[in-house]
Every structure is written in structure tokens, then in C-alpha cells.
Nanobody, 126 residues
Framework: QSQLVESGGGLVQPGGSLRLACVTSAFSLDYYAVGWFRQAPGKEREGVACISSTGATINYADSAKGRFTVSRDNAANTAYLQMNNLNPEDAGMYYC???????????????????WGPGPPVPVSS
């Protein structure tokens, strides 16, 4: 049974926006860093953005800087990924994952987060 559930994906016109949500009812996200990842067909998984447990530290992939915003509402046990000015290169399956440790450095390597669970990823296409 999935512990993190993503929602908000869809098909948008180039230049459009989507807001993804990642929610769990299985545990409190308060102490967990949350990462957003995507995988496009034929490509490796990529860390798009990640946010520390308090929201004080945020990293973005270079491709996401200036267009995507990661945030969280611990009271709602939810993290968000606001994606603006989407382009076809942003297409893929998007996942969220949570870990007690925020990765060192300026990026969000998938290896720093536990493998995404069985929760269905959300497709994004533009």
C-alpha cells in the first residue's frame, strides 16, 4: 500500500502550469525532507526539486530553476510542486519521496531518497 500519493498531473499546452501535490496519511511529514522526481521514457530518473523538513532549504534541478516552486504545508501533511512555463522537455512521470535526511549539495539525487513506493506516479505532458 502506497504511503505517498501524488496528484495534479495532466496535459497542458506549452507555457502552461500544473501544481502537483504529495500527501500521506501514514506518517507525519514534519520531520521528513521531500523530493520530487521525474522519469521520461528512455531517460534516467531526475531529481527536480527537494525541500527540507522545515522548508528552510530548497534545491532545484537546473532545468527547474525559475519555473518550478516546491513548498510544503506540514499541517496538511502535504508537499507541492508548482510548475510554470512547462515545455515538452518537462514531460514524464512525476513522483515524490520522503526521507529523514536532506541531501548534501545543491541537487536532489534520487539515490538520496528511498525508492518511490507503489503509489502511482502522475503523468505530466506538454
Amino acid at each position: 500500500q502506497s504511503q505517498l500519493v501524488e496528484s495534479g498531473g495532466g496535459l497542458v499546452q506549452p507555457g502552461g502550469s500544473l501544481r502537483l501535490a504529495c500527501v500521506t496519511s501514514a506518517f507525519s511529514l514534519d520531520y521528513y525532507a521531500v523530493g520530487w522526481f521525474r522519469q521520461a521514457p528512455g531517460k534516467e530518473r531526475e531529481g527536480v526539486a527537494c525541500i527540507s523538513s522545515t522548508g528552510a532549504t530548497i534545491n532545484y534541478a537546473d532545468s527547474a530553476k525559475g519555473r518550478f516552486t516546491v513548498s510544503r504545508d506540514n499541517a496538511a501533511n502535504t508537499a507541492y510542486l508548482q510548475m510554470n512555463n512547462l515545455n515538452p522537455e518537462d514531460a514524464g512521470m512525476y513522483y515524490c519521496a520522503a526521507d529523514l535526511w536532506f541531501p548534501d549539495g545543491e541537487h536532489c539525487p534520487p539515490a538520496a531518497f528511498p525508492p518511490w513506493g507503489p503509489g502511482p506516479p502522475v503523468p505530466v505532458s506538454s
